[in-house]
C-alpha cells in the first residue's frame, strides 16, 4: 500500500478556491471523487492525520498514489462536475446508492410505429415512458385492467408479426383487450392516441377519462343501447379500482418525492415514496455503504445528485417538491440544478409539520425495516466473501488483497469456432460490465494452450498500450490545461453523455480453467509483455487442485474451503460464459446464405435486400436496375451482385447418378 506523504501536495499549491478532486491509484483509475468550497483545507484532511480517518478513508488513502483537482468557478459547478465524474468513473470508494431489490415498472413503448404496453424491469429504454414502481403483484393487476379500457397492444415483436402475416389476431384481440392494430382493426394513428391516453390516466389525469365514460354511458342510455351502457359502466369501474387502489394521503394538487434514511456507522438505507396528484404512485429503495465519515446532509446531496441524474430525464418530469429529512448544506445550488433538469422549479426543503411530516415519518420507519432487512440478509454473503479472499490469499501466499480477479476460459468443439471468454470479479462480486469475449482464429486455435495465450496477450496488450498513452499524454506540455478546459466543457453541457469507462487496470489474480499446461501457457504471455505484479493459478476440474506456474505440485485447498468455492464459482461462470458465446458463434457459422458471398455486401445491406425483395430467389431474378430500390445499395454494388449471381449459373453443376431410395440402387442416367 502507498504512503500518502509520498504523494502529499504543498500546502501552497493547493488553491482556495472551489473545485473537483480525484484520487488515482498506481495503475491511473479513478478511485474517488469528490468536490469542495475550499481545496486546500479538504485535501489537507486526507494528510494531517491519515491514522486518524475512518477505517474506508484511511484504505482510500493509502490505496492512491495521486491526486489532482481542477478549480470551478461556484459550487453548482463543482456539483455538476462532481456527479459527472462519478457517473463516468464510478469510484469503488464513492458513495453508491444501489436498489435493494429490482422493482418493475409499467413501460409503454412510445418510441415504436405501435406503441406496447409491457411490464420492464431493469435499465431505461429510450422512447419508452415508465410509470412506478409497483409491486409484482399490483402492476400485473392494474396492467390487465387497464387494458380492458384503453386497448394499447400488449404482446411481443414475434406474435404480432405472426399475427399480421396470418390475419388473424391472438386471444387478446378476441377478447377485447387488444385493438389488434396487427390486423388494421385500427389504424396506426388511433392506436398512438389509445397509448397517449394509457399514459394520461397513468400520469394522473383518471377524473377526465372517468367524467368522459360517465357521459358517455348517460348518452347510451338516452339512446336505450343498455348493453353499450353496461359495457361503459364496467368500465368506470375499472378504471375508479385501479385509481382508489392507491391511498389519499396529500392535497389532491401535491406531487412529490418523499425521501429518508435510516443509517448506522456501516450503512444506510434510503427509502422513497413517489406521491402524484396527492397519491402514492411508487416505492423504491436504496442501500449504500458509507466510505467517509458521512454526514446526513452529505448523504441526501448525493443521493439527489444519484437518483435524477440517472433517471430524472428519462421517467418523465420531476415533481415539484423534493422532501428530505435534513437539508443538504448546498440546497440553493441543488434545487437550480434540478430545476434545470426538469425544466420548471423544484423545491427541496424539510417538512415540519402537518401531513407531509407525518408521511415523512412513516417513510422512515419503510427505510428503518429496510436497513435491518438488508442486514440480516448481507451478514452471511459478506462474511463469506471476505473470508473466501482472505483464505485464498494466504492460501496462495500473495502480498495483496484480491480487489480484481478475471478468469478465462476456452471453448470450441473438436477445433472449430475457437473462442475465450473472460470474466471479472471485484470484492468478490462478479462485475459482468468487464465481461470480454474473444473470437480465437489461425494458428492459435490449433489447441487449448495456444488460444490461452493468445487471449491473455491480448488482453494485457490492451493495458499495456493505455499505460502508454496516458503517460504519453501526461509528458505533454499543457495536459493539466487540458483537462481543465474538458472539464469546463462538462460543466457548461452537463447533458453530453459520459463516455464507457475502461477496464484496462490489472487484476491481482488471473486464474484459467485448466491444470498445468493451461497456467504455464498464461504464465508465459505475461512474461512476453513483461508484466510482473500479476500472479496467475489453474483450477483443474479433475481433482479441483490448483496449479502455480512452473510448479511440478499443485496446492490443495480443504474441500470445505470458502476460497476453493469461490474459485469455482468464478471458472464455472468463465466457462459459462464462453460456451454461450461459442453457440452464438457457432450458430451463425451454420446459417449461411448465398448473400453471403457476394463481395462487398455487409450485413446490413443483405437485410435491407431481403426486406426489399423477401427472398434471395427475388434478388437473383431482378436487374441491377431494380436492386438499386433497395437501401445502401448503389449502381456499383447492383452490377456486382447481378454479375455474381450470373456467374453462379452460367458454372454447371456436376451430374449426380440417380439413386432408388428404397433398394438404394444405383440407377443408370
Same mark, same amino acid.
Given at each position: ?73 461556484? #459550487?453548482?459547478?463543482?456539483? %455538476? ?5 462519478? !457517473? ?116 394522473? #389525469? ?7 365514460? #360517465? =357521459? ?23 378504471? =375508479? !379500482? ?24 456501516? &450503512? ?32 441526501? &446531496? ?33 434545487? %437550480?440544478?434540478?430545476?434545470? *433538469? ?25 427505510? &428503518? ?9 448481507? +451478514? ?8 473466501? *479472499? %482472505? ?22 468443439? %473438436? ?71 474538458? +472539464? ?34 498464461? +504464465? ?128 454447371? +453443376? ?16
Amino acid at each position: 500500500m502507498a504512503n500518502p506523504a509520498s504523494y502529499r501536495p504543498q500546502t501552497g499549491e493547493i488553491p482556495t478556491n472551489p473545485g473537483v478532486y480525484r484520487f488515482r491509484d498506481p495503475h491511473g483509475r479513478v478511485i474517488y471523487v469528490g468536490k469542495a468550497k475550499n481545496l486546500r483545507s479538504r485535501l489537507n484532511s486526507y494528510f494531517a492525520n491519515p491514522a486518524g480517518l475512518l477505517p474506508k478513508t484511511h484504505a482510500m488513502v493509502h490505496t492512491a498514489s495521486s491526486v489532482e483537482w481542477t478549480v470551478v468557478g461556484s #459550487e453548482l459547478e463543482s456539483l %455538476q462536475l462532481e456527479y459527472t465524474w462519478i !457517473k463516468e468513473f464510478k469510484p469503488r470508494f464513492n458513495v453508491m446508492f444501489r436498489d435493494d431489490k429490482s422493482y418493475p415498472y409499467l413501460a409503454v413503448t412510445m418510441g415504436e410505429k405501435y406503441p406496447r404496453v409491457q411490464v420492464l424491469r431493469g435499465d431505461r429504454r429510450k422512447g419508452t415512458r415508465y410509470f412506478g414502481p409497483y409491486t409484482a403483484g399490483a402492476i400485473r393487476e392494474t396492467m390487465d385492467t387497464l387494458l380492458r379500457v384503453f386497448p394499447v397492444r400488449s404482446c411481443s415483436a414475434g406474435v404480432f408479426k405472426r399475427a399480421e402475416a396470418s390475419g388473424r389476431p391472438c386471444l387478446l384481440g378476441y377478447i377485447d383487450k387488444c385493438s389488434a392494430p396487427c390486423v388494421g382493426r385500427i389504424s396506426p394513428d388511433d392506436h398512438r392516441a389509445l397509448a397517449e391516453d394509457f399514459c394520461a390516466f397513468m400520469g394522473g #389525469e383518471a377524473k377526465r377519462f372517468v367524467s368522459r365514460l #360517465e =357521459k358517455d354511458m348517460a348518452a347510451a342510455v338516452a339512446e336505450l343501447d343498455y348493453e353499450r351502457a353496461a359495457r361503459v359502466r364496467d368500465d368506470i369501474v375499472a378504471l =375508479k !379500482k385501479v385509481f382508489e387502489r392507491n391511498a389519499v394521503v396529500l392535497a389532491e394538487d401535491t406531487d412529490a418525492d418523499v425521501f429518508a434514511l435510516h443509517e448506522d456507522e456501516l &450503512e444506510a438505507a434510503v427509502q422513497v415514496f413517489h406521491v402524484r396528484g396527492g397519491r402514492i404512485r411508487g416505492q423504491r429503495g436504496w442501500v449504500v455503504e458509507k466510505v467517509e465519515d458521512t454526514t446526513t446532509p452529505d448523504l441526501v &446531496e448525493h443521493l439527489l445528485q444519484q437518483v435524477y441524474g440517472e433517471e430524472g430525464e428519462v421517467q418523465g418530469r420531476l415533481p415539484r417538491e423534493v422532501l428530505v429529512p435534513e437539508e443538504p448544506s448546498n440546497a440553493e445550488e441543488l434545487a %437550480q440544478w434540478l430545476s434545470g *433538469l426538469r425544466g420548471a422549479r423544484v423545491d427541496v426543503r424539510v417538512p415540519r409539520r402537518g401531513d407531509k411530516a407525518t408521511l415523512l415519518s412513516t417513510v422512515r420507519d419503510n427505510a &428503518e425495516h429496510a436497513l435491518k432487512l438488508h442486514k440480516s440478509r448481507r +451478514a452471511g454473503d459478506l462474511t463469506m466473501r471476505s473470508q473466501a *479472499l %482472505q483464505e485464498l490469499q494466504e492460501a496462495l501466499d500473495l502480498p495483496d488483497a484480491l480487489m480484481r480477479i478475471e478468469c478465462y476460459d476456452i471453448s470450441h468443439v %473438436q477445433g472449430t469456432n475457437v473462442v475465450g471468454s473472460m470474466v471479472v470479479v471485484e470484492d468478490g462480486l462478479p462485475k459482468k460490465s468487464d465481461y470480454r469475449k474473444f473470437s480465437v482464429t489461425g494458428a492459435a486455435a490449433n489447441d487449448d494452450t495456444a488460444a490461452m495465450h493468445d487471449v491473455l496477450t491480448r488482453r494485457f496488450r490492451h493495458y499495456l498500450e493505455d499505460q502508454a498513452a496516458q503517460a504519453a499524454a501526461a509528458a505533454k506540455p499543457g495536459h493539466q490545461a487540458a483537462l481543465d478546459a474538458a +472539464a469546463e466543457a462538462v460543466v457548461a453541457d452537463t447533458t453530453t453523455a459520459a463516455p464507457r469507462a475502461k477496464f484496462a487496470y490489472p487484476p491481482n489474480l488471473v486464474v484459467v480453467d485448466g491444470g498445468k499446461p493451461q497456467v504455464n501457457a498464461a +504464465a508465459k504471455a505475461l512474461a512476453e509483455l513483461g508484466i510482473e505484479d500479476v500472479y496467475v493459478v489453474g483450477l483443474a476440474k479433475r481433482l479441483e487442485e490448483v496449479w502455480l506456474p512452473d510448479s511440478d505440485f499443485p496446492v490443495i485447498l480443504p474441500r470445505a474451503s470458502a476460497g476453493l468455492y469461490l474459485l469455482q464459482r468464478i471458472r464455472d461462470e468463465a466457462h459459462r460464459f464462453a460456451i454461450s458465446f461459442h453457440r452464438q458463434k457457432r450458430g451463425k457459422a451454420m446459417t449461411v446464405s448465398a448473400l453471403d458471398s457476394v463481395p462487398g455486401l455487409g450485413e446490413y445491406k443483405r437485410k435491407a435486400l431481403l426486406n426489399q425483395f423477401g427472398s434471395v430467389k427475388n434478388i437473383k431474378a431482378a436487374s441491377a436496375e431494380e436492386l438499386t430500390a433497395a437501401k445502401g445499395i448503389g449502381p456499383a454494388l447492383a452490377a456486382a451482385i447481378v454479375q455474381h449471381f450470373s456467374a453462379d449459373d452460367g458454372a454447371a +453443376a456436376p451430374a449426380l447418378p440417380a439413386v432408388n431410395m428404397t433398394t438404394g440402387e444405383m440407377l443408370e442416367t
